[in-house]
């Protein structure tokens, strides 16, 4: 049964669906990126909220920026802007709800004025990101913004017609303040350290440059919580179409899956009001840093550790990695040894309690998590989820052999990328500059932990790094990664 509003009341008996008035929404939240995390998270939140409480205020309408968005915008529109969100988890059958908390999407490309519009409408009190942690465009060394990338050239010259996500928020708080309307909140809802605190100043620095009137209007008006996010939400294929078929009888032409887990800490600070989000579960906090800290050094971290390693083990998805005991094991000491000393105490947080719960969640073998996705974006995810704390380790004078080779791992996956035999491509926006760096063996620790984009300046000049990764780096070349995990403690 094809998924429309038509169709809902003949939904299964343990289906749920928004039991709220949709038609009658007003979009209190523009969302710019419905990828599968907003629709597993932020969305799910909000047609609990929804539900709930039968509000009229806090509906959704998401905008696609990016020609790979038009797709999604044109399936929701088909689907009358439902979607079939599946929890894979333990049970044996999958938990299904159908979500309606995102009730329009415009496609940016097609029609940037009523994306501007949009933006600028008096009912927008909150526009929210997931844009990926390359999309706020900062250095992750320097911190400062990237005004040389196309679309920022092109939104200086052009400002009317933005391109970039900071173009259009842009144009569009201009019309808010000419309007005297108030400013939204900025809700950034990507994995980076101090996301709302990143948007600001991605935000910020390009609005300073076009308009330095308008960037302190909107330091003095707009606000920008950081938050901490999680819920694990693969990229969806068409097994879990097919799975949804079979199981609940509806056809979706873009359901999103996920595992049960779901959480969100945020900072309380809304310029212009929210949803009572705390009514379905989200923690508002005073202070989300040592959240976002645990959480992105142990999850974000621990993925990216497997996700290089695993491929080159021969595994292609997360429960794979973890049945093979070695490896899971390898995850299990790097969060203990390397990262938990970083951490500290947390309040309300048994850390032993959150990583066993990780291990679980890794090992999940019905999410079919994809390593390929963990593998993406690595020049962005490296410096985010693991820099931070290998330069903490080495300060502390700690070994840093774990850290030699993970980062070993992504080198020689990326030397591996360009052989004739290898059966995946790396999905990387820094790809080209990876690839060239690990092209040629000879000379390529150098090459490769010398990308300063990346690395920054510090760790090509640490001698006990650089041998430990170059050690690693060989020993995976000629043993694989089963027999150098096995060798690993006896390098310590
Ligand atoms: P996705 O690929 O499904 O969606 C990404 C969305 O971001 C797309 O709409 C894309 O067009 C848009 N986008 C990418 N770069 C952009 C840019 N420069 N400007 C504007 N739009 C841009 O990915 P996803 O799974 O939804 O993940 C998105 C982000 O959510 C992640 O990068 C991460 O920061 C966060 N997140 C994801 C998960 C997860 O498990 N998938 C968990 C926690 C947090």
């Known amino acids: 049964m094809k998924l429309n509003t038509a169709t809902l009341a003949q939904l299964g008996a343990t289906i749920t669906y928004p039991t709220y008035p949709r038609h009658a929404l007003r979009h209190g939240i523009v969302h710019i990126g ?3 995390f907003h629709r597993a998270h932020e969305a799910v939140y909000t047609e609990h909220f929804l539900r709930l409480t039968q509000d009229q205020e806090w509906g959704i309408c998401g905008i696609g920026l990016r020609e790979n968005d038009r797709a999604m915008g044109q399936v929701l529109q088909n689907q009358d802007y439902l979607y079939s969100l599946m929890e894979l988890g333990q049970a044996e059958h999958p938990s299904v709800q159908v979500i309606g908390a995102i009730s329009d999407f415009l496609f940016a490309p097609d029609n940037p004025a009523a994306v501007l519009e949009k933006l600028a409408a008096p009912d927008t009190r909150i526009v929210s990101l997931t844009i990926t942690e390359g999309g706020y465009m900062l250095d992750d060394h320097s911190g400062e913004f990237d005004f040389s990338h196309p679309d920022i050239v092109h939104d200086l010259a052009q400002p009317e017609a933005p391109r970039s996500v900071f173009g259009y928020l842009s144009a569009a708080l201009a019309t808010r303040r ?26 910020l620095s390009f609005v300073t440059r076009q308009n330095p009137e308008l960037a302190r209007w909107i330091a003095d ?48 600070d809304f310029c212009n009001g929210r949803p009572a989000w705390e009514k379905v579960g ?14 992105m050094r142990l999850l974000n971290a621990s993925h990216s550790a497997m996700s290089y390693l695993g491929y080159l083990a021969g595994y292609r998805y997360s429960h794979e990695v973890m ?35 990780l291990i679980e969640r890794f090992a999940n073998p019905r999410i079919g998590d994809q390593l390929a996705r963990l593998c993406m974006d690595g020049s962005s995810k490296i410096p985010k989820f693991i820099l931070g704390t290998l330069e903490e380790r080495l300060e502390a004078g700690a070994p840093v052999h ?13 030397h591996e990328a360009e052989a004739p035999n290898a059966d995946y491509k790396v999905e990387d926006p820094l790809a080209e500059l990876l690839l060239s760096a ?21 760790l090509q000049a640490c001698p006990g790094l650089v041998s430990a990764f170059e050690s690693a780096l060989h ?9 150098t995990l096995a060798g690993l403690d006896q390098v310590a």
Request: proline share 5%.
């Open 34 to 36: 419905v990828g599968g």
């Open 178 to 203: 000419a309007r005297n309307l108030p400013a939204f909140t900025l809700m950034s809802c990507d994995n980076l350290p101090h996301n709302g605190d990143k948007a600001r100043h991605a935000l």
């Open 221 to 268: 008006n707009a606000s920008f919580p950081n938050s901490m996010v999680d819920r694990i939400t693969p990229i969806t294929t068409s097994a879990h179409k097919e799975l949804l078929r079979n199981h609940a009888g509806i056809d979706d032409a873009w359901p999103v899956v996920c595992e049960p887990f779901l959480q969100w800490v945020m900072e309380d």
């Open 282 to 295: 989200v923690q508002f906090t005073a202070d989300v840093a040592p959240y976002e800290r645990m959480k």
């Open 323 to 357: 049945q093979d005991g070695r490896l899971s094991g390898f995850i299990r000491t790097f969060m203990d040894q390397d990262v938990t000393p970083t951490l500290g105490t947390i309040e309300g947080i048994s850390l032993e309690q959150y990583k066993d719960t």
């Open 402 to 414: 774990r850290f030699a080779l993970v980062l070993a791992g992504w080198a020689l996956y990326l």
């Open 438 to 458: 690990c092209a040629q063996r000879d000379g390529l620790s150098m090459r490769f932990l010398g990308l300063e984009d990346i690395f920054g300046p510090d």
């Open 475 to 483: 020993h995976l070349e000629t043993q694989g990664v089963a027999l």
